[in-house]
């Protein structure tokens, strides 16, 4: 009976061995693994946030030219969507549509699990060019995104006198994020080139009795008039589209 109980006791310390040691290999298998994950997202992000501050460059009419950078890829894809729109509304009448596109990438586990800007602002009128393009990390249903949008304005605006009638001059700036190529899948190196891909296009109004800004986010609707603005009509409105190309690869 001893030898029995003996060899009993065995199996058991043998089987509680071979169960931790494979509890400690899936342990350090899902670490290498997360680990793995998490440098390549956080280098991905860098690479948008490094996007974002030159984008204001890039479009420069003067100075413009192309920034390109690439990442392995190894667990993260990159992409494009529609993530809303800018709608003008002048006069109560005529309206002018401006899509937002981002560029986004994504990886398959939670890295991060709220909502955070990496870059930029949440406001939808800024007064700075560098405050134009925003990254946003968040999460959503088992995945973690990083993404790249312009879906704000620029406005300058300035009061002077004409006669005895006092009229603002006020230019709205857009950037217009054109991608070209669909998703890329992980698994492969990719590259992406950003560029100002043409002349930026003028629209021209004066006398403008009537003006509303409204900004579309995902479903989210925020409407602005001239006198949210801290304007008063009549209005001299130039609104300037710089068009940003992105290829990717």
């Given amino acids: 009976m ?11 310390i043998y089987s509680v061995l071979v169960a931790l040691a494979l509890f400690m290999s899936i342990y350090v298998l899902h670490s290498a693994t997360s680990g793995v994950a998490s440098t390549e997202y956080f280098y991905v992000r860098q690479l948008f946030q490094s996007s974002a501050q030159n984008i204001p460059e890039i479009v420069n009419p003067l100075s413009g030219g192309t920034y390109t950078i690439s990442y392995p890829g190894i667990r993260m894809g990159i992409g494009w969507m529609s993530y ?29 699990t709220s909502r955070k800007i990496v870059y930029g602002v949440d406001e939808l009128i800024v007064n700075d060019t560098r405050l134009m393009p925003r990254v946003v990390e968040y999460y959503h249903e088992g995945s973690t995104y990083i993404r790249l949008d312009t879906c704000r304005i620029l406005l300058y605006k300035t009061r002077i006198l004409r006669g005895n009638t006092t009229v603002y001059y006020v230019r709205v700036f857009f950037i217009n994020i ?9 698994g492969r190196i990719h590259t992406l080139r950003y560029y100002f891909s043409s002349t930026p296009r003028l629209m021209s109004f004066d006398n403008v009795m009537g003006l509303n ?29 710089y068009n940003l190309g992105v290829e990717m690869t």
């Fill in 178 to 186: 054109t991608p070209i190529a669909s998703f890329k899948e992980y």
């Fill in 84 to 112: 809303g729109s800018i709608t003008l509304v002048i006069n109560n009448t005529v309206e002018y549509k401006l899509p937002c596109t981002a560029i986004y990438s994504k990886i398959d586990t939670a890295i991060i």
């Fill in 2 to 12: 001893r030898a029995v109980s003996e060899t009993i006791s065995t199996i058991i």
């Fill in 213 to 241: 800004i409204r900004f579309n986010q995902e479903g989210n609707i925020t409407e602005v008039n001239y006198k949210d603005l801290g304007l008063e009509v009549p209005i001299y409105l130039d609104v300037i589209i």
